[in-house]
T-cell receptor
Framework: EAGVAQSPRYKIIEKRQSVAFWCNPI?????LYWYQQILGQGPKLLIQ????????DSQLPKDRFSAERLKGVDSTLKIQPAKLEDSAVYLC?????????????FGSGTRLTVV | ELKVEQNPLFLSMQEGKNYTIYCNYS?????LYWYRQDPGKSLESLFV?????AVKQEGRLMASLDTKARLSTLHITAAVHDLSATYFC???????????FGTGTRLTIIP
């Protein structure tokens, strides 16, 4: 089966600019997650979707970050305006129905550098 | 708040040696996951441990879970260079179907 697709792979922007990342989960996977991984740290959950509804966005900095999942398939994560501390790898993951027994599949990530 | 700690953070070992990575977590959970991450790559699932006393092995890696001690171990037997990577443990956060990751252990195998 095809994996979780993410684009772009790399992005360099100046602070205060905006940026968007795209994720296409594995076909049929109802649950989608966005994680932020800062260099040298473990991934941190930003937002969890079940189909096209938000399950948990408690760790999402809502003053600058937004995410949507239209039609319960693809998802976009947006940052506006970006700060230096947003430099990180943004990982998208999906699972069949949110039950972790089935495990996650992670995408390759988007590496964001804010200068 | 669930906290997940790994040690050591960095590990440099010679080929052929054995070593163990430890993962401690702060609250009750009976589901723990181990992932591998190569530089510039995404996370690869290694093991899913779903109950107290669970032990799983794949090649030179063996993972175990003690839910009473809130401890998981990843044991490396007769290390080879291909095992060089960063290893993360992650714990299901109160059964909420989302993971809290440890800080990772960067493993370097020296020929």
């Amino acid at each position: 089966e095809a994996g979780v697709a993410q684009s772009p792979r790399y992005k360099i922007i100046e602070k205060r600019q905006s940026v968007a990342f795209w994720c296409n989960p594995i076909s049929g996977h109802a649950t989608l997650y966005w994680y932020q991984q800062i260099l040298g740290q473990g991934p941190k959950l930003l937002i969890q979707f079940q189909n096209n509804g938000v399950v948990d966005d408690s760790q999402l900095p809502k003053d600058r970050f937004s995410a949507e999942r239209l039609k319960g398939v693809d998802s976009t994560l947006k940052i506006q305006p970006a700060k230096l501390e947003d430099s990180a790898v943004y990982l998208c993951a999906s699972s069949l129905d949110g039950r972790i027994n089935y495990g996650y599949t992670f995408g390759s990530g988007t590496r964001l550098t804010v200068v | 708040e669930l906290k997940v700690e790994q040690n050591p953070l960095f590990l440099s070992m010679q080929e052929g040696k054995n070593y163990t990575i430890y993962c401690n977590y702060s609250t009750t959970s009976d589901r723990l996951y181990w992932y591998r991450q190569d530089p510039g790559k995404s996370l690869e699932s290694l093991f899913v441990l779903l109950s107290n006393g669970a032990v799983k092995q794949e090649g030179r890696l063996m993972a175990s879970l003690d839910t009473k001690a809130r401890l998981s171990t990843l044991h490396i037997t007769a290390a080879v260079h291909d095992l060089s990577a960063t290893y993360f443990c992650a714990v299901d956060n109160f059964g909420n179907e989302k993971l809290t990751f440890g800080t990772g252990t960067r493993l370097t195998i020296i020929p």
